[in-house]
């Protein structure tokens, strides 16, 4: 996606105590000290690193909307009965003053941009008026600013993620880097692939940094994660033509204590995970689930019915005898045809018993919610 660059407004500083300790560590990244934020955007060590953030800390609220807006482009797209669409927004955050190699995105906005692949079908001056406004109305409820822009790739699901910038959206992270960072305020990309997160069931998110076009690689063919492949076909499968032009972040997530205490909670009657996901619908269980009946089937196959049925018959009868007369005991060997039939019926009974079950989850679960 390609937009014209404008600077972003810049909230007024908010007054700030001289120092804020937060309660724990997993709450710190929803609060800040803002002379140390100050202090750190006024040195912008970025300026003189080109590799000098390594990773982002993503907030549950920011990924909740950027996932739900990137879904609904792929929905949008399918529904007029065409291809997913490409959808765009604008994050909000800040580097963080505790770990100044890190940057916070706080919360996330879409963009009135729709696109298929690079082009766009918005008015980019709508946009630059739309972001105007949006960066007003945010000055005086929150102390973040515009730190970054995400986008989709919703395309068919391959080999490797969509995961990568392209040409284009390498020249709008450039001009956004150049707009912005030498202010204090270093830019993200964020690029999401839904279509392999719905296939996946987890989000398929990378954050990504663009270089100056002066800088050059000390190491050669090394890919934006740090990986060195020697192979052309392979980095640009995985990273796009433009694959030594920009470097990869590490994604992680923070949560609340409040909020980690309650999925935990949740999560230890197991009862979200029953509800939101199918075992039976799942990829590796549908492949497997022809192994399965074959393995049974040929368990059965090995058994010579016949001789057993007739075999049990003579059994029966020559018990009847032992309780009257104390006869001869059946021969050797039946006790283990016997074990063999027990393992057939065992797992013919085990896999009707598991398929049936899956079959009253889903009826439950359709009752329940349809």
């Known amino acids: 996606i390609k937009m014209g660059s404008t600077s972003t407004p810049e909230p007024s500083p908010a007054p700030a105590p001289a120092s804020v300790t ?73 580097p963080d003053p505790l770990n100044p190699k890190t940057l916070v995105a706080t919360d996330v906005f879409p963009l009135p941009i729709e696109g298929f692949e690079t082009r766009v079908i918005a008015d980019d001056q709508d946009v630059v008026n739309y972001m105007i406004a949006l960066g007003e109305s945010l000055e005086n409820t929150r102390k973040e600013k515009f730190m970054g822009w995400y986008h989709s790739h919703p395309f068919d699901v391959g080999l490797h993620s969509h995961c990568f910038l392209s040409q284009t959206d390498i020249s709008t992270q450039l001009q956004w880097q150049r707009a912005e960072d030498p202010h204090g305020n270093p830019f993200l990309a964020i690029v999401v692939d839904p279509l392999r997160s719905l296939a996946k069931n987890v989000p398929q998110v990378k954050a990504f940094r663009v270089y100056p076009p002066e800088y050059e690689s000390p190491v050669a063919n090394e890919c934006p994660d740090g990986s060195v492949v020697k192979e052309e076909k392979t980095r640009l499968e995985k990273w796009g033509s433009c694959w030594n032009r920009y470097y990869e972040l590490d994604i992680d997530y923070f949560m609340s204590n409040s909020a980690r205490n309650v999925m935990d909670i949740l999560t230890q009657n197991l009862w979200m995970r029953n509800l939101g996901t199918t075992t039976s619908l799942e990829r590796e269980n549908r492949q497997r689930y022809p192994e399965r009946i074959n393995a049974v089937t040929n368990k059965i196959k090995m058994l010579d019915v016949p001789s057993i049925v007739a075999k049990s018959q003579e059994r029966k009868m020559g018990t009847r005898i032992s309780r009257s007369d104390s006869g001869p005991k059946p021969p050797d060997g039946q006790h283990s045809n016997d074990g063999e039939i027990q393992k057939a019926c065992d797992g013919v009974v085990d896999f009707a018993t598991e398929k049936i079950q899956e079959t009253i989850i889903q009826v439950a679960k359709k009752d329940l919610f349809a």
Not at 52 to 71: E, L, R
């Open 22 to 94: 937060p309660a724990n560590s997993a709450d710190a990244c929803y609060t800040f000290d803002a002379d140390k934020l100050a202090e750190l955007r006024k040195k912008s060590p970025w300026k003189d690193d080109a590799k000098w953030f390594k990773s982002v800390s993503v907030s549950p609220t920011a990924i909740v909307k950027m996932m739900t807006h990137c879904h609904s482009g792929v929905e949008k797209g399918l529904k007029k009965g065409g291809n997913p669409i490409e959808v765009m927004g604008l994050i909000l955050g800040r």
